[in-house]
T-cell receptor, first 112, second 116 residues
């Protein structure tokens, strides 16, 4: 079945540093891909998504490009802020985004 | 935006007792809700799909009699962990798609269950 692999954390960065969180997927066909973020004490929130190859999802300065050739959907941000500290989940989905397969989550810690 | 709540946020119970977890969509109706389980440092694993007015659909390997799901209304789904044991200790998360099948799901904040 489908699976998602993302880098282990925690990722510790200083404010204004460049962020990359790697995510790769295995699937038959071409699923939709997502990044979710979970702030402390809150539910998962959709950060960005891409529904087909070469699509770029972006939101709040974060970006990720659906790369079919490398089966990847790496999350990037040019300059992180303390408020970006959270756990980030990569996920794939099919059938109208109903069923999601998640990666293990990567905790990001940003210090001032 | 759409909000999904869960209650309780954390619960500690004795082995052998049953625990009920509620999932509510606060400002939209959800004919479908999803229940996930998350172990420490592991992925969210889909346990079951809760369907309003009909039986839940369980994923392979999930015990139906162990994890009872009731979708009583368009805004409420409950997960009951029956005869809980320490191995059931986990983080349980629900989600609901708010409308169009093309929209993403909205997630509750999760319930931490500890079985002693």
């Amino acid at each position: 079945g489908d699976s998602v692999t993302q880098m282990e954390g925690p990722v510790t960065l200083s404010e204004e540093a460049f962020l990359t969180i790697n995510c790769t997927y295995t699937a038959t066909g071409y699923p939709s891909l997502f990044w979710y973020v979970q702030y402390p004490g809150e539910g998962l929130q959709l950060l960005l998504k891409a529904t087909k190859a070469d699509d770029k999802g972006s939101n709040k300065g974060f970006e990720a490009t659906y790369r079919k050739e490398t089966t990847s959907f790496h999350l990037e941000k040019g300059s992180v802020q303390v408020s970006d500290s959270a756990v980030y989940f990569c996920a794939s989905g099919r059938a109208g985004f109903q069923k999601l397969v998640f990666g293990t989550g990567t905790r990001l810690l940003v210090s001032p | 935006g759409a909000v999904v709540s869960q209650h309780p946020s954390r619960v500690i119970c004795k082995s052998g007792t049953s625990v009920k977890i509620e999932c509510r969509s606060l400002d939209f109706q959800a004919t479908t809700m999803f229940w996930y389980r998350q172990f420490p440092k592991q992925s969210l694993m889909l346990m079951a799909t809760s369907n309003e007015g009909s039986k839940a659909t369980y994923e392979q390997g999930v015990e139906k009699d162990k994890f009872l799901i009731n979708h009583a209304s368009l805004t409420l789904s409950t997960l009951t962990v029956t005869s809980a044991h320490p191995e059931d200790s986990s983080f349980y998360i629900c989600s609901a798609p708010p409308g169009s099948p093309q929209e993403t799901q909205y997630f509750g904040p999760g319930t931490r269950l500890l079985v002693l």
